[in-house]
C-alpha cells in the first residue's frame, strides 16, 4: 500500500524515566535511508528522512517483518515483507488505518543520534520455559533444530535452560537431519531427543525422521514454532496445518494455546514417546511462546518446589494432598516417587521417607509430603528423625480437614460430618521435637521457606496453612 505523504508530527516526548542511548554518527545516515540498530536485546528501525530522525520498533506489527531492512518509498517507511507502509518518522500507518508502529524520542547531539528508551523488562517466566522445564525434567538432555522467526521464543528457552546445563542443542543445517539425529538417539538410548524447526517447510522437513522412528519404534519428539494465531488460516506466510500433517506419523500432535496446561501438554507428549515408544509432537504459535506462564502473571510459586532439578527421593501421601502433587509436580527422569498405592494408606509418607533415609542415607535429598490428617497418625516420628539425624524434609498441607472425606461426603450429597481436626502449630510442634519447623500462612512465604528447609542439613518440617476446599 502507499500514499502520497505521511503526516507530519511532532516526535513523542521521553518520559522522566527513560535512559539516552547512542544510536549512529551524526552523518552515518544518509538521507532516505533506514537502518538496523540494535540497543541491549532491542532492535530498532532508524531512519533519516527530510533533514529529521526517526526511531521506530523494529517488527512490523503484523507478522514481526524487519523494518531496518525495509526502505523509505514516496516518503513511507515500506515494510521488506509485506508492502505495509508507515512515517519514518512517528510510525503511524497511512490515514484510516490504526496499525502504528510504537516510536521513541530521538535527539540529535554533536555526537551522534540519540534514543530516549525505557528500561528493557524484567525477564519472566514464559511458556516455553515451562515447557522447556518440564522436557528436561522428563530427561530430555539433547534437541536437534534449526532456529528461525516462528520459533525464537521456545529457542530462547532452551538458550537459558542450556546455560543452567539442563539442556544441550545442536544446531544443524536441515531439519531432516534433526529428525533422524533424534530418531537414532532414540533407537541407541531408549530415551527420548528432540528435534526442532519453524513453521511451513522446516517443520515439514522434519517430517521423514519421525516416520523412520515409527518403524523402528523409538521414541521421538517433534517441536514446531508455528505462525501467530491472529493469521493462522488466512494462508499467511509459512501457514502450513501441521497438525494435519503429522497426523500419519504422530500418535500424539497437540497445538500448546493460550490457555492450555502447558507442562501437561509437555507431560503428555513425553509420555506418548516414552511409554509407547511412538512419536509424539508440539506446535507452539509464536505468540504464545513468549506469553508469561500464568504461575509467573499471577505471582504464584513456580512450582519446581525450591531447590529439590534431579536424583531426590519424594514420599507421597493419600488424600487431596497426593492428587495436587501428581497434578502440578513436575518430576525428573531421575527422581523417585515412592505412594501406598493400590492400598491407599493414610500416614505412609513420613515412615517411608525414613525408609529411604535407611536405604540411601544422605546420598541422596529425601522429601515427603502428606496432609495434616496423614501427619496427625505419625507426627511422633519426627522425634525418630531428630534421633538419628534423618535429613528429611517433611511437607505438610494444613487445611484443619480430611479434606478427600468432606469431598466425598459432599458429592454424595451427605451432610459434611466429623471430618474436622484440632491440630497443633505443627512447625512449633517440630521445633519442640527438635526439627527445624518453618510455618507459612502467606503465598509469598512459600518459596523461601521450601529452600530453607530444603537447605537444612537435618529433619525439618514445613507447615502450610491452606484453604480446605482447596487442597
Not at 490515514?95 to 530521538?106: C, K, N, Q, R, T
Not at 525464537?152 to 528457552?157: K, Y
Amino acid at each position: 500500500m502507499s500514499a502520497d505523504r505521511p503526516p507530519t508530527a511532532a516526535p513523542p516526548t521521553a518520559e522522566p524515566e527513560n535512559t539516552w542511548h547512542r544510536l549512529v554518527d551524526p552523518d552515518q545516515l544518509d538521507e532516505g535511508r533506514v537502518t538496523t540498530v540494535s540497543v541491549g536485546t532491542r532492535s530498532f528501525a532508524v531512519s533519516r528522512f527530510e533533514g529529521r530522525y526517526g526511531c521506530l520498533d523494529n517488527a512490523c506489527p503484523h507478522q514481526g517483518g524487519p523494518l531496518g531492512e525495509g526502505s523509505i518509498e514516496n516518503g513511507w517507511l515500506r515494510c521488506p515483507w509485506h508492502g505495509y507502509d508507515y512515517s519514518p518518522i512517528d510510525g503511524r500507518p497511512p490515514e484510516g488505518l490504526d496499525d502504528a508502529v510504537a516510536s521513541f524520542a530521538v535527539e540529535v547531539r554533536d555526537d551522534g543520534v540519540y534514543v530516549a528508551l525505557p528500561p528493557e523488562p524484567q525477564p519472566v517466566r514464559t511458556v516455553s520455559d515451562v515447557v522447556v522445564e518440564t522436557l528436561v525434567n522428563w530427561g530430555v538432555t539433547h534437541v536437534f533444530g534449526m532456529v528461525g522467526h516462528s520459533n525464537l521464543g521456545f529457542a530462547d528457552a532452551m538458550r537459558k535452560a542450556e546455560a543452567r546445563g539442563d539442556l544441550t542443542f545442536v544446531g544443524i543445517r536441515h531439519e531432516g537431519a534433526a529428525a533422524f539425529a533424534a530418531s537414532a538417539y532414540g533407537k541407541l538410548t531408549g530415551s527420548v531427543a528432540a528435534c526442532f524447526g519453524i513453521a511451513g517447510p522446516g517443520s515439514t522437513n522434519l517430517l521423514t525422521g519421525p516416520y523412520d522412528a515409527l518403524e523402528d519404534r523409538a521414541p521421538v519428539l517433534a517441536i514446531s514454532g508455528q505462525v501467530p494465531s491472529a493469521v493462522r488460516g488466512r494462508g499467511a506466510f509459512q501457514d502450513t496445518d501441521l497438525e494435519a500433517a503429522f497426523a500419519g506419523v504422530a500418535r500424539f500432535s497437540e497445538t500448546v494455546l493460550p490457555d492450555s496446561n502447558h507442562a501437561e501438554l509437555a507431560s503428555l507428549a513425553m509420555k506418548t514417546a516414552l511409554v509407547d515408544h511412538h512419536v509424539a509432537h508440539l506446535i507452539l504459535p509464536d505468540e504464545v511462546q513468549h506469553r508469561p506462564a500464568p504461575d509467573a502473571a499471577a505471582g504464584r510459586p513456580t512450582g519446581r518446589m525450591g531447590s529439590i532439578a534431579a536424583d531426590a527421593v519424594i514420599a507421597v501421601d493419600v488424600g487431596n494432598n497426593t492428587y495436587s502433587f501428581g497434578r502440578y509436580f513436575e518430576a525428573s527422569g531421575h527422581q523417585d516417587v515412592v505412594m501406598s498405592g493400590y492400598l491407599g494408606s493414610i500416614g505412609f509418607a513420613l515412615p517411608a521417607a525414613m525408609g529411604a533415609w535407611a536405604a540411601f542415607g544422605n546420598r541422596r535429598q529425601i522429601v515427603s509430603i502428606s496432609g495434616d490428617g496423614g501427619l496427625g497418625q505419625y507426627a511422633m516420628e519426627l522425634t525418630t528423625a531428630v534421633k538419628y539425624g534423618m535429613n528429611i524434609t517433611h511437607v505438610v498441607l494444613d487445611n484443619q480437614e480430611l479434606g478427600k472425606i468432606s469431598k466425598e461426603q459432599r458429592a454424595a450429597h451427605w451432610d459434611v460430618w466429623q471430618t474436622g481436626l484440632h491440630n497443633p502449630d505443627f512447625a512449633a510442634f517440630a521445633r519442640l521435637c527438635g526439627a527445624h519447623g518453618i510455618r507459612v500462612a502467606r503465598a509469598d512465604q512459600l518459596d523461601a521457606a521450601l529452600a530453607e528447609a530444603l537447605a537444612h542439613p537435618g529433619p525439618a518440617l514445613v507447615d502450610i496453612v491452606t484453604d480446605a476446599l482447596l487442597v
